[in-house]
């Protein structure tokens, strides 16, 4: 499999469950990141990882927890969510992080629905 | 504060020509991107400018004034599939990427 890969890509959950999106990328990229894409908003970063560590948290609510184990996989823990925290979760890969070009590569996202 | 500007939806008929705006006002310029995003689907990237001028790639082509903090992306012989939504974005003077709320770009017979 090639590019980046998202899943679940459709979840629903309770405000009281605990539930983990997962990404892989097989680009061989040093950077990940995930961001949070809600109707007729820009997309909004949450949380970037260079060579295995966070280098930005972007003021995001404990809630949201990163894990990235290695280059390859970033996973983002959720727990005791709020209804407005549905939407698309998107993550991406780039070659780095920082100066040039570093095209993102998104994958297909996760569909989040707080109930 | 920083701010991309890029209208909310435009509507084009099949075979014409469309152009897709976006102004920003951001702390320092290192680079502009346009994605291209079907629904349901990943982002996938169309073009990137860090000069002022025209870049072509075959139907798509992406301006840059960084004077007037200006883009566009001109879109030729639009095809039913050019139906998305089209995401301007800047690198600031931190390297952070600044995004626009997107364009929804739809295509009629």
């Known amino acids: 499999e090639t590019g980046v890969t998202q899943t679940p890509r459709h979840l629903v959950m309770g405000m009281t469950n605990k539930k983990s999106l997962k990404c892989e990328q097989h680009l061989g990229h040093n950077a990940m990141y995930w961001y949070k894409q809600s109707a007729k908003k820009p997309l909004e970063l949450m949380f970037v990882?260079?060579?295995?560590?966070?280098?930005e948290n972007n003021s995001v609510p404990s809630r949201f927890s990163p894990e990235c184990p290695n280059s390859s996989h970033l996973f983002l823990h959720l727990h005791t969510l709020q209804p407005e925290d549905s939407a698309l979760y998107l993550c991406a890969s780039s070659q780095d992080h920082g100066a040039g070009a570093n095209v993102l590569t998104f994958g297909a996202g996760s569909r989040l629905t707080v109930l | 504060g920083q701010n991309i500007d890029q209208p909310t939806e435009m509507t084009a008929t099949e075979g014409a020509i469309v152009q897709i705006n976006c102004t920003y006002q951001t702390s320092g310029f290192n680079g502009l991107f346009w994605y291209q995003q079907h629904a349901g689907e990943a982002p996938t990237f169309l073009s990137y400018n860090v000069l002022d001028g025209l870049e072509e790639k075959g139907r798509f082509s992406s301006f840059l004034s960084r004077s007037k903090g200006y883009s566009y992306l001109l879109l030729k012989e639009l095809q039913m599939k050019d139906s998305a939504s089209y995401l301007c974005?800047?690198?600031?003077?931190?390297?952070?990427?600044?995004w626009g709320a997107g364009t929804k770009l739809i295509i009629q017979p």
């Open positions: 990882y260079s060579l295995e560590e966070r280098v």
């Open positions: 974005a800047v690198r600031d003077s931190n390297y952070q990427l600044i």
